[in-house]
């Protein structure tokens, strides 16, 4: 396959040429997943997602053009699921299942357009949200995100010329590959691309999916990028996310309804896929709160995500919850997944090597690490916290606590209630980058 010259191409590019998210199946697959059970169980549910910049020292809309951000997000509104699309996630096989999405779901999918949005300014930052049916806003996640981080790149490289690109993208393939080598270096690891939601562009992120296909060969496991592993004959990889249980929480009736959603959430999940797609995200409301009440049939599952606690200190914890329950960690899987650099994978590779399986989703920072990169200084390259998450579930207010309290999202008033209904232990602030 000839390789596209990343360089040429943006010093080149125009919007009409080069549109920031090209298909719907530009999308985490975790999305696709969830949005099969949203439609297939909760087609009566509303939901508004939100815009959230964590990196509140970045002005967004002074670096963006409110314009150019209007046009890739109209632009997305036109996209439908091609014909070829729907042939593969028809008649794919994803963790080991054929048709593994419904016939009747696939039929709806083909119509499906993303909605509309709420677009203004406010104190230097964007305020972005999507409004309606959960199982249509869902989908303005990952190309909203998508989106705002490449207009942020493309802005960042206006001034430079042909060889100035030249020059950054020389020096951030050869930090990946330095990276890549490092990684193979570690016997039996396992890495996947998770990169796709704050990625430096698309172009730069099928290069790193390449690039590890090649470097690492049969320990990259895939990509969450569905677009990507279609196009690239690799594992789409993912199974649910922190919105499951945010929206069971925010329309629960009593305080027993909302300490038993996250479990609720699995119920509905194992109900729809069983089988591999068994892995815990236990970090919505706090991990030690997850673990302590969590009924025994969870530690039948295939394994945890651990989100965001620190790797090894989160990884252990579950390791005790599952030798409490009487299963043998050795035969579990831990997937970490938040913020990884390539010293932490090392880390934690060693640390956890013959305890426990385990694999790295590798996110933000193999998809858009360009700090040092630059031939002239500016941070305006440099990765940022942006997430785009639930904010109101049938007009109530949602909510998501974290392991980080930095991460926490949601009213004040209803975080502390939630606090009094989960507890705090365990949550530890920590600075997060991306």
């Given at each position: 396959m000839a390789k596209t010259d990343i360089a040429r191409r943006v010093y080149n590019h125009t919007w009409k040429l080069d549109p920031i998210v090209r298909s719907l199946l530009d999308t985490d697959f975790y999305k696709l997943l969830m949005l099969q059970m949203i439609w297939g169980m909760y087609p009566k549910v509303d939901a508004t997602f939100s815009l959230i910049n964590r990196t509140t020292s970045v002005r967004l809309a002074d670096e963006i053009d409110e314009g150019e951000l209007r046009e890739q997000l109209d632009h997305a509104r036109t996209l439908r699921f091609s014909k070829k699309e729907m042939i593969w996630l028809g008649g794919n096989t994803f963790y080991g299942r054929k048709q593994i999405f419904e016939p009747e779901f696939l039929a709806w999918l083909e119509d499906f357009r993303l909605p509309g949005y709420e677009l203004?300014?406010?104190?230097?930052?964007?305020?972005?949200?999507?409004?309606?049916?959960?199982?249509?806003?869902?989908?303005?996640?990952?190309?909203?995100?998508?989106?705002?981080?490449?207009?942020?790149?493309?802005?960042?490289?206006?001034?430079?010329?042909?060889?100035?690109?030249?020059?950054?993208?020389?020096?951030?393939?050869?930090?990946?590959?330095?990276?890549?080598?490092?990684?193979?270096?570690?016997?039996?690891?396992?890495?996947?691309?998770?990169?796709?939601?704050?990625?430096?562009?698309?172009l730069w992120q099928r290069w790193c999916v390449e690039a590890l296909k090649e470097g690492i060969g049969e320990a990259f496991t895939g990509t969450s990028n569905v677009l990507l592993a279609m196009d690239n004959d690799l594992e789409a990889l993912g199974t649910n996310a922190h919105e499951l249980p945010m929206v069971f929480a925010a329309l629960a009736n009593s305080e027993g309804e909302l300490r038993q959603s996250p479990y609720k959430v699995l119920q509905d999940w194992q109900r729809y896929y069983g089988g591999n797609l068994l892995i815990v995200l236990p970090d919505t409301?706090?991990?030690?709160?997850?673990?302590?009440?969590?009924?025994?049939?969870?530690?039948?599952?295939?394994?945890?995500?651990?989100?965001?606690?620190?790797?090894?200190?989160?990884?252990?914890?579950?390791?005790?919850?599952?030798?409490?329950?009487?299963?043998?960690?050795?035969?579990?899987?831990?997937?970490?997944?938040?913020?990884?650099?390539?010293?932490?994978?090392?880390?934690?590779?060693?640390?956890?090597?013959?305890?426990?399986?385990?694999?790295?989703?590798?996110?933000t920072n193999l998809t858009n690490d360009f700090e040092g990169c630059a031939p002239t200084e500016t941070k305006s390259l440099d990765a940022i916290s942006l997430v785009c998450k639930v904010s109101e579930a049938n007009g109530r207010p949602a909510v998501k606590l974290s392991d980080n309290p930095a991460k926490a999202t949601g009213d004040e008033k209803e975080i502390k209630r939630y606090l009094r209904i989960f507890g705090e232990k365990g949550r530890v602030e920590q600075l997060v980058k991306v």
């Open positions: 203004s300014r406010r104190d230097g930052q964007f305020e972005l949200s999507f409004a309606g049916p959960w199982m249509y806003t869902t989908l303005w996640e990952i190309p909203a995100l998508a989106i705002i981080n490449e207009l942020r790149s493309r802005a960042a490289m206006r001034s430079f010329g042909p060889f100035a690109l030249d020059v950054l993208y020389a020096r951030a393939k050869a930090k990946m590959w330095d990276k890549t080598e490092r990684l193979k270096a570690l016997p039996g690891i396992r890495i996947s691309d998770f990169g796709t939601r704050r990625r430096h562009s698309f409301f706090g991990t030690a709160a997850f673990l302590r009440d969590a009924p025994d049939w969870i530690a039948d599952w295939t394994g945890f995500r651990p989100d965001s606690a620190p790797p090894i200190e989160g990884g252990e914890k579950i390791l005790a919850w599952w030798r409490e329950k009487g299963k043998d960690p050795k035969q579990k899987l831990l997937i970490f997944s938040d913020g990884l650099e390539v010293e932490t994978i090392e880390e934690t590779y060693r640390h956890f090597k013959g305890k426990v399986r385990m694999s790295f989703g590798w996110g």
